[in-house]
């Protein structure tokens, strides 16, 4: 097995991290690794914002204004820095005749999130090979209205998810994925591959490895059902991506 594919199986998020300072260089490498990551039609239709020092302090405070981000605030903080995506067609809008209208539409935004996503984990992916522990935070989305303002954020323009990058201070957990059988197709999707049982067995196995690092013990399928049905998601997302011309 090869040093790519050991590390994309050994990835774990880490919320804890030691105080440190990227050089030039390995920020750099980061970015640009970021950037070359997949894109429709080489569009790159997003934005990097890069967030360290009192930059990264005052965007932490900024979550901080939704109390579900009290933790999100607090290893962002202690991270050496915050790299947040956003979806971005102001770019090409400035160059039309007529403004762009993306009413009822869904195409774009899927566009651009599949792009940023891309990138987001190309992020993850070259911060880990240099050693830095990562976790990703898509809970910015419960603050986009302020993020919007206090990144002054164009129309077209919409938060999506941040990758914290520092020296880990703890050793990261790495999480049991489902087995093959319950989301790997081959040809065409067969429901007669897996059973409610494997189900909630995944979901026993996903609370028992809770359990044992000292974390919640909610199997996998109540916690995920939970979820959605008590509609947890950023619940203005609709009314911003409007405000934003994006929907």
Do not use: C
């Not at 947040?84 to 403004?99: A, G, I, P, R, W």
């Not at 957990?173 to 409610?196: C, E, S, W």
């Amino acid at each position: 097995m090869n040093e790519t594919i050991k590390l994309l199986q050994s990835h774990g998020s880490v919320r804890n991290f030691s105080p440190y300072t990227l050089t030039k260089d390995e920020l750099l490498a980061i970015i640009d690794s970021a950037k070359q990551a997949p894109s429709w039609m080489n569009f790159q239709s997003y934005n990097l914002f890069v967030l360290q020092g009192t930059d990264k302090e005052a965007f932490a405070d900024v979550l901080l204004t939704n109390p579900n981000n009290k933790n999100n605030a607090r290893f962002i903080k202690e991270a050496s820095a915050f790299i947040l995506f956003t979806t971005d067609f102001s770019k090409v809008n400035s160059l039309l005749e007529q403004e762009l209208d993306f009413t009822d539409e869904s195409e774009p935004l899927l566009i651009s999130s599949m792009d940023a996503a891309l990138a987001v984990q190309n992020t993850v992916v070259a911060a880990e090979s240099l050693g830095f522990s990562t976790v990703v935070v898509g809970a910015i989305r419960n603050v986009a209205d302020k993020v919007i303002q206090h990144l002054n954020l164009p129309n077209y323009a919409m938060p999506l998810a941040g990758v914290a990058i520092g020296k880990g201070s703890v050793e990261k957990n790495i999480k049991p994925r489902m087995p093959h059988n319950l989301n790997v197709f081959h040809g065409k999707y067969d429901n007669a591959q897996f059973t409610k049982e494997d189900i909630l067995k995944y979901g026993q196995e996903t609370a028992d490895f809770g359990k044992s690092i000292g974390y919640d013990a909610i199997p996998w399928d109540q916690k995920i059902a939970k979820f959605y049905q008590d509609k947890n998601y950023a619940s203005t997302t609709n009314d911003i991506l409007k405000q934003q011309k994006l929907k």
